[in-house]
């Protein structure tokens, strides 16, 4: 599978355009409701704009070096372990300047008593924390997998990697308080 830089390209693009219409849809849904209706569930509150364009680009860095990855993974010689390394040693410094770019989560933090019944009190989910985790995991292995240069290996891991960076983009918009535009089933 050979992943060119123009699909690259396309898939940033889409990826662009995919956020900017889903803040529009989100405007336009919160300019249709009356403002005195009561609301049945508490959303996250929109992010400073530059704080927002800040780690999105950011999320885009990230994206950049998937590309380059994927890219390796093709690539007629193989690359060498000391190119994968140094793209790895990118990446992972992408990822942790896009955590610290982030803005603190609006949930409340415990206080770290015990819950009413002694119990522990349950940790706060984090979703892109784990989706980022899980995306470290996953060049790690699509890693291994160029470096034993066995195919099936490396179309699983390409896979494995190419949805969980969608889980990430999905979960950074969503943690800026932005909504990714749904399909809707007309009847």
Do not use: C
């Not at 998937?66 to 690359?79: C, D, F, N, R, V």
């Not at 896009?98 to 706060?124: D, Q, T, Y």
């Not at 292995?141 to 390409?158: E, F, Q, W």
């Amino acid at each position: 599978m050979r992943v060119s830089r123009t699909h690259s390209v396309i898939a940033g693009i889409a990826l662009a355009a995919t956020v900017a219409s889903g803040t529009f849809v989100a405007t336009a849904e919160a300019a249709q409701k009356p403002s005195g209706g009561s609301a049945h569930h508490a959303l996250v509150p929109a992010a400073d704009p530059s704080t927002a364009l800040g780690v999105l680009g950011k999320l885009g860095a990230v994206q950049s070096l998937i590309g380059q990855l994927t890219a390796m993974a093709s690539a007629k010689p193989a690359p060498s372990p000391a190119d994968l390394q140094a793209l790895v040693d990118k990446l992972t410094a992408a990822i942790t300047d896009l955590k610290a770019s982030l803005p603190a989560s609006p949930l409340p933090v415990g206080s770290g008593k015990s819950g009413p019944s002694g119990l522990p009190p349950l940790p706060i989910p984090n979703p892109l924390g784990d989706a980022l985790t899980k995306l470290q995991s996953d060049v790690t292995a699509l890693v291994a997998a160029i470096t034993s240069a066995d195919p099936a290996k490396i179309t699983a891991a390409l896979t494995s990697t190419v949805t969980d960076l969608l889980a990430v983009v999905t979960q950074t918009v969503a943690s800026l308080g932005l909504s990714l535009p749904l399909p809707v089933a007309h009847r």
